[in-house]
């Protein structure tokens, strides 16, 4: 074995000025074993820095996926029961309100269970926050905890004078559903905007092409070719095993990367295609729903002059249903879902409602018509044809294709959790291995010059 | 620096990149400070509300003479009573939050008090029994509800002034009301005069917030949408006072044992039907029947009912006519 021939180390005694680290590295580079150690030491930074970047970029995909199953999922979730409860408790208030004296237990239970619903999914939307996000004066959340209370103490008050037969109860009941409709539930809406937007972020986040820990590979690899490149250039030999097992290191930790990515986007793909796309137009459908009981309801309690109430009603109705009652929200969801399941229920929905305006039309003509008693009963009573029994049917019926719609997103979520699995610890194994081969290849070279 | 150590920070920093934990701010809790929140539509005026115009015109209170009061079944053809049979049944605009005068009873949801008492009397003399369609008005909605046709005739403790006559036509005075102010027992206000600065709560549109500012300049004027909603603001204390018509005062104190009406009468308020303009026969004809009720004592019957308990003894006011 011959040592190429290398300028001898004479440059310390000629010039010991600028005596130093630098001057010493200076010199050593002018020397292959120098040459080498650098080379080695080059390689080792890279394949860290390979492993570091490429797990960060894996990690902040797993974290995404993470978060939609346990975080930006859920909340969402989260939001919409706490509109749905809150509207329903106020549609289910004022419709007991309408009942007087006689506001059975099944209503009065209905409204607790509503609170208590609206106020469980709220702890569970606020736990999920900086307390900064909380205490910032416009945010919804703030909103909703703070005024949550006044409101049902509002509805309290509002019972006792109505159960005392007293005028002023009508009041408390009117600033109550003021409170309402005017504060909580428009930050609810927006609480369930931003927990929506959230998910669409996340998913963005776990699902995109993984640019970064491509070039990151590729610059590995380029670094890890060069060396070999020069390698045989200054030591005439054609492989070193040590470079190659680096090499294959990168090459498997760059197909890991991309195949486990590529399944999860696609995942990813299917939780918004079938899971958070179709939530999102069945939410639209369930809140539009709502907000038509409330007006029905609010119509009659406003005695007269609830015109406005009316107006917003059969506004809501036509984004419902639609003009024909085969359009609108409840169409859209329909044409959205993918599972014959969820399609179903859809229908059932879209049924009840073709019931329930026709019902609403009758209450409207005895209002009109000045037989007041017998629109209240119909809305609030009137068994299994009256205008409550046909709300609960669509409600039930989109709250079942939601809870579906919502488990196919979990799985998709979940199965893209699985596909990602492992894959930063393999990544940063494969990086340990990247590095020590290029140590053990560099140090087989360098031996020579011993 | 050690290689260890080295590594250690490296594998430090590697471990905070990856897994994107930091320190957490210590947050401390942010003041909080409750909001009560108002009845729809109330707002404290920074300006006066219109002070009421001095009467422009002679004897706003003196309606048209009564005219005949035919049997149900004979009524003039083609006459506003007769349109109004055809139709079915009266449409009145009245109040649901006034107690005593027109309220729920929250017990069978019905509308009751003295003005719905009175507004049967006229559907009666119409229909032969009282077939009513009430239409909830708010005091601001009294007038564009005539003028568009919506509602018959407005029976909802509405005072006859010069201004409104303008819009609409009224029958005789069928109440004489006086506005006092209703504050909280404890308060130990026992006049307007004492209201400087405070809060007076009124409803919007009505002649009671147009005179605060007469009789209590620097007091400041809360309007609202229904009376009731002044008494939740009371209760709320996000007034001090309430003041209009001693009728409207007393329904309000039977509701809440702390409060009391006092002072003397500010303004005389005297109540009128009314009805839109250009039905001089329906004019005449509410007339007669109000008429009617001092000679049949359907008056002094809903007076017993609802007021005399709270007001005391009261006749039926004397009534004069233009012509």
Aim: glycine share 8%.
């Amino acid at each position: 074995v011959s040592a190429p021939a290398v300028s001898p180390p004479t440059a310390r005694t000629e010039s010991p000025k600028p005596a130093g680290r630098f001057t010493e590295l200076n010199e050593l580079a002018r020397t292959t074993p120098g040459v080498l150690t650098i080379l080695a030491v080059g390689l080792v930074l890279v394949s860290v820095l390979v492993g570091v970047f490429t797990a960060i970029g894996v990690q902040t995909r797993s974290t995404a996926l993470d978060d939609l199953a346990t975080s930006s999922g859920p909340l969402s979730v989260a939001a919409q029961d706490i509109y749905r409860s809150l509207s329903d408790a106020d549609a289910t208030a004022t419709g007991a309100f309408l009942a007087g004296g006689e506001e059975s237990a099944d209503q009065r239970a209905r409204y607790l269970n509503d609170i208590a619903q609206a106020q469980a999914s709220l702890a569970v939307a606020v736990a999920a926050r900086e307390p900064a996000d909380v205490t910032a004066p416009d945010s919804p959340l703030a909103t909703l905890s703070g005024k949550l209370s006044s409101y049902t103490g509002l509805v309290e008050t509002a019972r006792a004078n109505n159960r005392q037969n007293l005028a002023v109860g009508a009041a408390y009941q009117r600033e109550a559903s003021n409170l309402m409709r005017t504060e909580l539930l428009p930050a609810a809406q927006k609480l369930y905007a931003t927990e929506t937007g959230q998910v669409a972020g996340d998913q963005v986040d776990a699902g995109g092409f993984p640019w970064f820990e491509v070039l990151v590979g590729l610059i590995g690899l380029a670094v890890l070719v060069g060396a070999q490149v020069y390698l045989r250039r200054n030591t005439n030999r054609v492989f070193n095993v040590g470079l190659l097992v680096a090499t294959g290191a990168a090459v498997v930790s760059l197909l890991w990367v991309v195949i486990a990515t590529l399944g999860v986007s696609t995942n990813v793909d299917q939780s918004r295609e079938l899971g958070s796309a179709d939530v999102e137009a069945l939410a639209q459908a369930r809140i539009a729903a709502l907000t038509a009981r409330s007006d029905e309801t609010l119509t009659l309690v406003a005695r007269g002059s609830g015109a406005a109430f009316e107006k917003h009603y059969v506004a809501v109705a036509d984004r419902l249903g639609g003009q024909d009652g085969d359009g609108g929200l409840l169409r859209a969801a329909h044409d959205s879902v993918d599972s014959d399941d969820v399609r179903g229920k859809v229908e059932d929905a879209q049924r009840a409602w073709t019931q329930w305006r026709d019902v609403h039309g009758d209450i409207r003509e005895h209002d009109d018509g000045g037989d007041y008693k017998a629109a209240v009963d119909l809305t609030i009573h009137g068994g299994e044809t009256g205008a409550a029994a046909r709300f609960d049917e669509v409600d039930s019926a989109l709250q079942d294709a939601l809870a579906s719609t919502q488990q196919s997103f979990n799985d998709e979520v979940t199965q893209a959790s699985h596909a990602i699995t492992g894959t930063v610890l393999g990544v940063i194994v494969l990086a340990v291995l990247m590095a020590a081969g290029s140590v053990v290849g560099i140090w087989q070279r360098l031996k020579e010059y011993r | 620096m050690n290689r260890r150590n080295v590594l250690a920070a490296v594998l430090g920093t590697v471990l905070l990149l990856v897994t994107g934990c930091g320190t957490d701010e210590a947050v401390a809790p942010a003041p909080a400070k409750a909001q009560v929140p108002l009845p729809a539509g109330a707002k404290v005026l920074t300006e006066a509300p219109e002070a009421p115009p001095a009467q422009s015109c002679a004897n706003p209170t003196y309606s048209l003479r009564p005219g005949p009061l035919p049997a149900p079944t004979a009524l003039p053809a083609g006459s506003t009573m007769a349109k109004i049979r055809a139709k079915g049944h009266l449409v009145v605009g009245v109040d649901q939050n006034t107690n005593l005068f027109g309220f729920r009873n929250a017990t069978n949801g019905e509308i009751e008090g003295f003005d719905i008492d009175m507004a049967k009397q006229v559907a009666t003399a119409i229909f032969g029994s009282p077939k009513l369609q009430l239409r909830i008005l708010t005091s601001q909605q009294r007038i564009p509800a005539l003028k568009s046709g919506e509602v018959d005739i407005v029976i909802r403790t509405m005072t006859i002034n010069c201004e409104r006559l303008e819009d609409v036509d009224f029958s005789s005075v069928y109440y004489l009301a006086h506005q006092k102010v209703l504050v909280k027992t404890s308060s130990e206000v026992d006049g307007i005069g004492q209201l400087d600065g405070k809060r007076i709560c009124a409803t919007a549109g009505s002649t009671s917030l147009a005179n605060i500012p007469k009789r209590a300049p620097k007091a400041v004027p809360v309007q609202v949408a229904d009376w009731t909603d002044c008494l939740v603001m009371l209760q709320q204390n996000q007034v001090d006072a309430v003041s209009t018509d001693d009728t409207i005062l007393a329904g309000l104190q039977a509701q809440d044992p702390s409060t009391e009406v006092v002072g003397d009468s500010l303004e005389d308020e005297p109540y009128g039907m009314a009805i839109a303009k250009e039905h001089t026969d329906f004019v005449r004809f509410v007339n007669a029947v109000i008429e009617q009720m001092r000679t049949d004592g359907a008056w002094a019957d809903a007076y017993k009912t609802w007021l005399a308990p709270r007001l005391g003894k009261a006749t039926q006011p004397k009534v004069e006519y233009k012509d």
